[in-house]
């Protein structure tokens, strides 16, 4: 049965994913050009870059300053991603970043010794300290991440007994302090999921925990982004990470080519289209999905980004 949310939430992860997964690396005042188009649309969470290793990641090496360039629009996150302890610290230095505490967990062990050095059982109890580092530092716990929770190009088949017995620890760490749940956000990682297998999930984990708000990180991998996004409306998901012209992909997903996550315009147009609000100007996100494109300097995946919307054909 159809249980279609009246708002959809979209989480943008271009400017870190896109920057981040391209080989080349790109000025600084052409990044930041992005991210203040994005500013612009009624996006309320940009993930602008992240803390990470220079020398491992140099398009992130000057991840300060690029915060600093940005036009902050009052009303919008600008959030980073971090890894460990000491990019944590170096994001709490830093003027302008709204700090979210994101948890990590793995639900295919190879995945994770390729993406963190260290099994998934060690990501699990490591995300305990971190839940008590955020408590300590003032900082809210935000999503809990499950990585690879339909399936793994390693592995294979996951079992949703892994997906559950992963909720079922981060309630249980949760309770312990007193906490409320974080968002529940099943990835898709490398791109196994299918609308049957979307609506399974969601509804293995609403059984257990029904009070929880849940998420929803997929890529376009195969071809089956916008059939699961859709899939994931009818069963009531309202919130979802993206990223502008389809930017980014995975480098450890163990396929060449690993496509980035869901469009955020092309899954804007669909809401409008279907009546569903989302608080974006699409035409607004159009112009910065062709900006991107532009600074990127080779064709994205988007698809309005290149037909645009039916607004001129209506009018």
């Known amino acids: 049965m159809s249980d279609l949310p009246e708002f959809v939430e979209f989480h943008e992860e271009g400017p870190r994913e896109g920057f981040q997964y391209e080989k080349q690396l790109y000025p600084l005042a052409e990044r930041v050009r992005v991210v203040d188009a994005l500013s612009e649309t009624g996006l309320k969470h940009i993930q602008v870059a992240s803390f990470v290793n220079p020398k491992l990641v140099p398009s992130m090496a000057d991840t300060p300053q690029f915060f600093a360039g940005i036009k902050k629009k009052p009303g919008v996150d600008y959030v980073a991603l971090w890894l460990n302890r000491r990019g944590f610290e170096q994001a709490r230095t830093v003027p302008g970043i709204t700090l979210k505490g994101d948890l990590m967990f793995y639900s295919s062990d190879t995945f994770s010794r ?171 996100l159009i112009d910065a999905a062709q900006l991107a494109e532009s600074v990127i300097g080779h064709p994205l995946a988007g698809h309005i980004m290149h037909s645009g919307s039916l607004s001129k054909y209506r009018s």
């Open 114 to 284: 390729k993406n963190n050095n260290c099994g998934a059982d060690e990501m699990r109890d490591k995300q305990s300290d971190w839940i008590d580092q955020y408590v300590e530092q003032g900082v809210p716990l935000h999503s809990a991440y499950i990585m690879c929770a339909f399936g793994c190009n390693f592995e294979g088949d996951i079992p949703v007994k892994k997906i559950t017995d992963l909720v079922r620890f981060i309630q249980a760490q949760c309770d312990s302090r007193g906490l409320p749940l974080p968002n529940i956000c099943l990835a898709d990682t490398v791109g196994w999921a299918h609308p049957e297998a979307i609506k399974q999930r969601i509804g293995a984990v609403r059984e257990l925990v029904p009070d929880a708000r849940i998420a929803l990180h997929l890529h376009d991998t195969r071809g089956l982004g916008a059939a699961n996004f859709y899939s994931a409306l009818q069963m009531g998901v309202d919130l979802f990470d993206s990223s502008v012209a389809g930017l980014g992909g995975c480098p450890f997903a163990g396929h060449g080519g690993a496509a980035g996550n869901i469009c955020t315009e092309d899954m804007v147009f669909m809401c409008h289209e279907m009546g569903i609000e989302t608080g974006i100007d699409l035409d607004r």
